[in-house]
């Protein structure tokens, strides 16, 4: 695997908290709450205020705010881990 430190035998398994962080922003919104990327994460965790690196760009960026959007309801959440889906606001 590509992202397994050279350290590591191939074929060994690299505990969870040791794989880097990756996410997909899969849709980009400039609408009424503003600008929302919405977001899945596939390994590790991400936490408001945490600091993220762009691969393409080069930069680093600040979570401001997490978000669950459903049809008629807004949830403001302070953590998402691999697996699920949600919106960042400000990105």
């Known amino acids: 695997d590509a992202w397994q430190p050279a350290s590591v035998p191939p074929g060994s398994d690299v505990p969870v908290a040791a794989a880097p962080f990756v996410a997909l922003a899969f849709k980009l919104e ?3 709450l503003g600008q929302l990327a919405y ?3 596939y390994q590790d965790s991400l936490k408001k205020g945490q600091f993220i690196f762009h691969e393409h760009l080069g930069k680093r960026f600040k979570m401001p705010k997490l978000v669950c959007i459903y049809s008629n309801k807004i949830d403001n959440i302070g953590e998402i881990t691999s697996s699920e889906i949600c919106a960042i ?3």
Do not use: E, H, I, L
Request: charged share 20%.
């Open 30 to 32: 400039d609408g009424t």
């Open 39 to 41: 977001t899945r994460v």
């Open 89 to 91: 606001f400000g990105v």
